[in-house]
Nanobody
Framework: QLPVVESGGGLVQPGGSLTLSCKVS????????MSWYRQAPGKERELVAT?????????????NYADSVKGRFTISRDNTKNTVYLQMSNLKSEDTAVYYC?????????WGQGTQVTVSS
């Protein structure tokens, strides 16, 4: 089993900030690309951000973002803690969704349980 556990979701006002965390156990974490997805009710799951594998524990990899979150979200990884983060700022109501952490290993995809982010005044 490969535990993937997200945390940090909650209720935030529009324009506010929130940071999500995802801890992955059972792998040499730095070797794998990590991604954050989100899914709003009635909609398909969409890719939010990706951080690539790192050459060493000290490196953090390169990043990519969905157009809808560029300039507002930052993905990062701490390879000493087997954790990937999603820093979210200037949150909008459209960001409301369940956020999922993803890691692909070989031909298998591993997902966390998801953490709810609700942006509302």
């Amino acid at each position: 089993q490969l535990p993937v556990v997200e945390s940090g979701g909650g209720l935030v006002q529009p324009g506010g900030s929130l940071t999500l965390s995802c801890k992955v156990s059972g792998v040499t974490f730095r070797l794998y690309t990590m991604s954050w997805y989100r899914q709003a009710p009635g909609k398909e799951r969409e890719l939010v951000a990706t951080v690539t594998a790192a050459e060493s524990r000290e490196e953090t990899g390169s990043t990519n973002y969905a157009d809808s979150v560029k300039g507002r979200f930052t993905i990062s990884r701490d390879n000493t803690k087997n954790t990937v983060y999603l820093q979210m700022s200037n949150l909008k109501s459209e960001d409301t969704a369940v956020y999922y952490c993803n890691i692909n290993i070989g031909d298998r995809a591993y997902w966390g349980q998801g953490t709810q982010v609700t942006v509302s005044s």
